[in-house]
Structure formats: C-alpha cells, structure tokens
C-alpha cells in the first residue's frame, strides 16, 4: 500500500539532500504534475525559481488561469513569454518527433537563460514518461515518443546530475494524493492532463495561427460543454485536434471545402492504457452544433472511438 504521508517525508528530506544550497529551476504548467512538484519544492524550503514558459501553444485564456491558480495556492511563478522564439523556431515543421525535440530544447534554453545562476533543473516528469521514452538500445523502432521532459539535452543534463525528477517513480492517481496531503486545491489537482509541447502534439503536420485560432476555440466550446453537463470530472482527458484535410460541406447555400476537428474523450488509470468515453449523444450534438456555427474554418466535427493502444492519447 502507498503510505503518502510516509512517502512526503522521504520525498522532502531526499530532495533537500540533494539540493543542499543550490539554485533550482523549475517549470510549471499548469498541469498537475509540475503542479505539485513546484508546491514539494517550495516545502521543502529549498531555493527555486518556478517558470511558466508561455510558448504559444497553450489553450485559450490558459496563461491567466495558471498565475492565477498558483496566486491561490501562495506560490510565486515568473511569467515568460516566448511565443514568437517557439512558433518562430517550428514554423513549417511538419514531422512529430522534430516538432517534440524543438520544443524540448527550447523549453531548457529559456529555463537556463531566464534563470542564469541555475544548478539544477526539477522536472516533473512521473513513472509512465519514464518508460514510454524509454528507447531500447537494439532498436530505435521501439521507442514511442519523445516526451517533453525526454530531450537529449536533458539526457547530458541528467548525466551531470543536474536534473532533479523527484515524482519519477510515481503514477498519476499517486501524484494526485501527494498533491493533496500538500494542501493543493481539487479543482486544481483534477485538470485534465495537459501535455508539454501544449497544442502542438493536437496539431498535424506544420503550426500555423490559424491552425492553432481553430483548435483553441473547439476545444474550448468541448471542455466548457463537459463541464456544463457534469462530465468533466468522470473523464481522464478530452481535446480538441485539428484534422487538416478539406472536405465538402455547405454552409448557407455556398459549398465550403475546410477541415475538420476531432474530439477526443479518454478514460485511463495512469495513461498507459486508454479507453473512449461513451459521452451523451445530447453533449456532443450540442458541442458540434456550436463549433460548427461559431468556428470559422471548419465543416465538420468528428469523434475518435479510438483505444490506447494501439492510438495514442494525443494525436502526436
Ligand atoms: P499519449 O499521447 O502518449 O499520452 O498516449 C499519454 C499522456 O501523456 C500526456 N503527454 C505528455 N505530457 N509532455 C507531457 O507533459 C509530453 O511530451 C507529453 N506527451 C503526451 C498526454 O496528454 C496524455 O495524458
């Protein structure tokens, strides 16, 4: 059995230990995993400077809903906005793992640059990153993806021993009970996952604005309809990403030719493994009646039935 309060203890005189005096540098998200682990830091009394990295791939009013979520639970955050060095840097990038590792590389480059005098690097990288990067030395084919917190900049890093991963041998339900015992509101332990490169991994092929305007402003109609029905809570996760392939519809009495979105609600217990969610036909008929009377830029909505695996959760 997982004893947290035991297991908080350890935690907090394992990571002053091996901080000691140094600088720390820690990115947060938002999310629930960067989340507690800047709260465990800044309990353990140790010298950290929390960093939001705005790199322009965030969902809609993202960036005011963290500082403000952090400003609740007392934790000073530094705001950095860098949109256009990230969108600047992808611009007509296309393939997965190049847009993965560009981002990854910036997200430290702005980390080490924002806060020069830094030793160390903390990341909140749990036990399923761990293994779904892992690459298999005889083969590269095995490797899945790289995670966000997998780059090999990172890698050389962590050969120097200056990463610090203390939630690494932990799953997600794991890390949401540490949040707790730390005094971390509900509201904010239960956000849904939300991956590092943001909408990049819900966007195919290269990131332009408009791509990025369409898949905001679905998502932000699906997430805000979950929550109205009650169904935000019972899911893992859910998203909106862009499909960009045109097809046919009308729209008025004009033909139109534009993409379609595709939703996407997933059920997982440590996001391994996945499973659709069979959501009330009302929810969705209310959702794609809105994103395709509101949302310029698409002619049809979509909803993936599709398990982990042999998909993955997110589209990249
Ligand atoms: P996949 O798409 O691999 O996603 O089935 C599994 C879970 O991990 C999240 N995810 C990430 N989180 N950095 C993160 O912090 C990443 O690079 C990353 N890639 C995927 C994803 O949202 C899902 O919850």
């Given at each position: 059995?997982?004893?947290?309060?035991?297991?908080?203890?350890?935690m907090?005189?394992?990571i002053?230990?091996?901080?000691?005096?140094?600088?720390?540098?820690?990115?947060?998200?938002?999310?629930?995993?960067?989340?507690v682990l800047a709260v465990l830091l800044?309990e353990a009394?140790?010298?950290?400077?929390?960093?939001?990295?705005?790199?322009?791939?965030?969902?809609?009013?993202?960036?005011?809903?963290?500082?403000?979520?952090?400003?609740?639970?007392?934790?000073?955050?530094?705001?950095?906005?860098?949109?256009?060095?990230?969108?600047?840097?992808?611009?007509?990038?296309?393939?997965?793992?190049?847009?993965?590792?560009?981002?990854?590389?910036?997200?430290?480059?702005?980390?080490?640059?924002?806060?020069?005098?830094?030793?160390?690097?903390?990341?909140?990288?749990?036990?399923?990153?761990?293994?779904?990067?892992?690459?298999?030395?005889?083969?590269?084919?095995?490797?899945?993806?790289?995670?966000?917190?997998?780059?090999?900049?990172?890698?050389?890093?962590?050969?120097?021993?200056?990463?610090?991963?203390p939630?690494?041998?932990?799953?997600?339900?794991?890390?949401?009970?540490?949040?707790?015992?730390l005094?971390?509101?509900?509201?904010?332990?239960?956000?849904?996952?939300?991956?590092?490169?943001?909408?990049?991994?819900?966007?195919?092929?290269?990131?332009?604005?408009?791509?990025?305007?369409?898949?905001?402003?679905?998502?932000?109609?699906?997430?805000?309809?979950?929550?109205?029905?009650?169904?935000?809570?019972?899911?893992?996760?859910?998203?909106?990403?862009?499909?960009?392939?045109?097809?046919?519809?009308?729209?008025?009495?004009?033909?139109?030719?534009?993409?379609?979105?595709?939703?996407?609600?997933?059920?997982?217990?440590?996001?391994?493994?996945?499973?659709?969610?069979?959501?009330?036909?009302?929810?969705?008929?209310?959702?794609?009646?809105?994103?395709?009377?509101?949302?310029?830029?698409?002619?049809?909505?979509?909803?993936?039935?599709?398990?982990?695996?042999?998909?993955?959760?997110?589209?990249?």
């Amino acid at each position: 059995e997982f004893r947290i309060e035991d297991f908080k203890r350890e935690m907090l005189d394992g990571i002053r230990e091996k901080v000691g005096d140094k600088q720390v540098v820690c990115g947060v998200s938002g999310g629930v995993d960067s989340t507690v682990l800047a709260v465990l830091l800044k309990e353990a009394g140790v010298n950290v400077r929390a960093i939001f990295v705005d790199h322009g791939l965030m969902r809609l009013d993202e960036g005011d809903e963290v500082r403000n979520n952090f400003h609740r639970m007392g934790v000073e955050i530094e705001t950095v906005d860098c949109a256009d060095l990230f969108l600047g840097k992808l611009a007509g990038v296309a393939d997965p793992e190049e847009k993965r590792k560009i981002i990854g590389g910036l997200f430290i480059d702005v980390f080490w640059d924002t806060v020069g005098n830094a030793e160390l690097l903390a990341q909140g990288t749990l036990y399923p990153d761990v293994i779904e990067s892992a690459s298999n030395a005889k083969s590269k084919a095995s490797k899945i993806k790289t995670h966000h917190n997998r780059v090999d900049r990172i890698l050389e890093l962590q050969a120097q021993g200056k990463v610090l991963e203390p939630l690494a041998e932990l799953f997600k339900d794991e890390v949401r009970e540490l949040g707790t015992s730390l005094g971390i509101p509900a509201d904010i332990l239960n956000r849904h996952p939300f991956p590092g490169p943001g909408l990049a991994v819900r966007c195919p092929g290269d990131i332009t604005e408009k791509k990025l305007r369409i898949i905001r402003e679905c998502d932000h109609i699906f997430i805000t309809r979950l929550k109205d029905h009650g169904w935000y809570d019972k899911v893992w996760q859910a998203y909106a990403g862009l499909i960009p392939v045109k097809t046919v519809g009308v729209k008025g009495d004009e033909r139109s030719y534009e993409w379609a979105i595709s939703l996407r609600a997933v059920i997982s217990e440590d996001a391994m493994t996945a499973d659709w969610v069979e959501l009330p036909p009302a929810l969705l008929r209310e959702t794609s009646n809105r994103i395709l009377n509101e949302v310029d830029g698409i002619n049809r909505v979509l909803y993936d039935i599709s398990t982990k695996p042999p998909a993955s959760i997110e589209w990249e």
